[in-house]
């Protein structure tokens, strides 16, 4: 599969989330993203980007700002083909496609315990003790949580890496020995 195959087939593709994906499928497909991303992001610089200067007495200061629509335009269309995609090639290395959403349900997981930590020891703000214990609590949780946000996008990587699951699996298929 070229470069060209696998964007072809990612957007022919939308929303499939059955059946396998080969390795290049994804990888080409994430380079185009990529690429594509750069480029938004040049347009986005080049056309939507307001400079200010402040300046006072002491000091002097520009700030560039930009509300990115261009790249944000590019970031919701590729979305659902590139979730489609990392489910696909999960599923030819043998795992749930649902391991593509891991990195994504411990972000979420992890901003619910802070809210949660920090909320119930907002409630309990006039009783010092137990304050003090949800806090720590909270932290206790938190810090483990935060570890493995940082391992699992490299265990999610590491999954995608791998090579296909020889002959057919539960998911369909090997990609690379079905004839088309």
Known sequence: MNFTDAIKACFR???TFSGRAPRAEYWYFLLFILLLSLIASLIDWAFF???????????????????????????????????????????DTGRSGLYALLPILLIAGT?????????????????????????RATLLVFIPALIILI????LVLWWLSRPSQPGPNKYGPNPYEVQT
Not at 115 to 134: P, Q, T
Request: no cysteine; aromatic share 10%; proline share 4%.
């Open 49 to 91: 980007t307001s400079v200010v200067s402040i300046s006072n007495e002491t000091s002097r200061a520009t700030m560039a700002h930009s509300s990115q629509p261009v790249q944000s335009l590019v970031s919701l269309a590729v979305f659902l083909p590139h979730l489609a995609v990392a489910w696909r090639r999960m599923h």
């Open 151 to 154: 391992v699992s996008p490299l």
């Open 13 to 15: 593709k939308y929303f």
């Open 111 to 135: 901003v619910l315990v802070l809210l949660f930590g920090i909320g119930l020891a907002d409630h309990f703000s006039g009783n010092h003790s137990l304050d003090v214990f949800l806090t």
